[in-house]
C-alpha cells in the first residue's frame, strides 16, 4: 500500500507539473506553459484563497468538494468559487492529464477506458471528433470535457462549459478535459483553435485519463 497523497486544502497552493515548461513542445510551447502554469493559474489561487480565507469552515475541504457543495455555500463566496475556484480546479485537473513528449505509453484510450468509449461513441476517432467538433463551438472563453454521465449508467459523453464554469457544478466527475481560453494557444497557434486541439490529442496521457475511470468504477473518491 503507498500511503494516500494528502489532498490539498487552504491555502491551496500551486500544483507542481510533472514535467518541465518545455516538455510539451512542440505541442504546446515552452512560454504559453510557463504563463499559463506560473502566471494565469497562480492568478486563480490568488483571488481564491484570498476569498476564503473569511471562511475557516471551509479550509478543511479540497476546491473539488467545495465544488461539489457549491448550493450549500454562502451566497457572497459564490461568484468567486465558481470563477476563481473553477479556474483552480480545471487548471489542476488539466496539467495532471498531460504527458511530456515523447510519450511513452499508449497513445490513445487502452483497456477499460477504451470499451467506454466505443460503448459511447462507437470508436476512438468517432470520440475524438465528436471532443474537436463540440470545443470548435465553443464561443469564447470555456473549457471542453470528457465525463460520466450518472444520469445515463456513467456512460462517457462530451461536455463543455463557459468561461471557468466546472464540471463538478453539475454533477459529473470529469475524465478529461481541455482548455479553450486562447491564453492556452495564442501564442503558438494565434486564433487557430482548430490546430491547437489537434495538437493537444500528442499530449494526453491516456494512462491517467484510464486510471481516473478505473477509479470512478471502482467507487474510489477521484475526482
Ligand atoms: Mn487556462
Redesign the pocket.
Known amino acids: 500500500m503507498t500511503p494516500a497523497v494528502p489532498v490539498p486544502t487552504y491555502p491551496f497552493p500551486l500544483p507542481k507539473l510533472r514535467f518541465e515548461y518545455d516538455a510539451l513542445e512542440p505541442f504546446i510551447d515552452a512560454e504559453t506553459m510557463r504563463l ?1 502554469h506560473g502566471k ?2 497562480q492568478a486563480y489561487l490568488d483571488k481564491l484563497n484570498a476569498a476564503l480565507a473569511a471562511y475557516p469552515e471551509l479550509h478543511q475541504m479540497s476546491i473539488e468538494e467545495i465544488l461539489i457543495h457549491f448550493p450549500q455555500l454562502p451566497e457572497a463566496l459564490k461568484p468567486v468559487v465558481r470563477t476563481q475556484g473553477g479556474g483552480h480546479a480545471n ?1 489542476q485537473f488539466f496539467w495532471k492529464i498531460l504527458k511530456a513528449v515523447p510519450g511513452t505509453g499508449p497513445t490513445e484510450a487502452v483497456g477499460l477506458l477504451a470499451d467506454a468509449i466505443n460503448d459511447a461513441f462507437g470508436s476512438f476517432a468517432a470520440f475524438q471528433e465528436e471532443f474537436t467538433n463540440a470545443a470548435m463551438k465553443v464561443f469564447g472563453s470555456g473549457w471542453a470535457f470528457l465525463v460520466l454521465d450518472p444520469k445515463n449508467g456513467g456512460k462517457l459523453k462530451v461536455h463543455t462549459t463557459a468561461n471557468q464554469d466546472s464540471v463538478l457544478l453539475e454533477g459529473l466527475p470529469g475524465l478529461l478535459c481541455c ?1 479553450l ?1 486562447e ?2 494557444y495564442y501564442l503558438k497557434y494565434q486564433n487557430r483553435r482548430a490546430d491547437y486541439l489537434a495538437a493537444f490529442w500528442h499530449v494526453v496521457d491516456w494512462e491517467i485519463v484510464g486510471r481516473r475511470l478505473e477509479g470512478m468504477r471502482a467507487g474510489r473518491k477521484q475526482l
Request: net charge negative.
Open positions: 499559463h494565469h493559474h487548471h482548455d481560453w491564453h492556452a
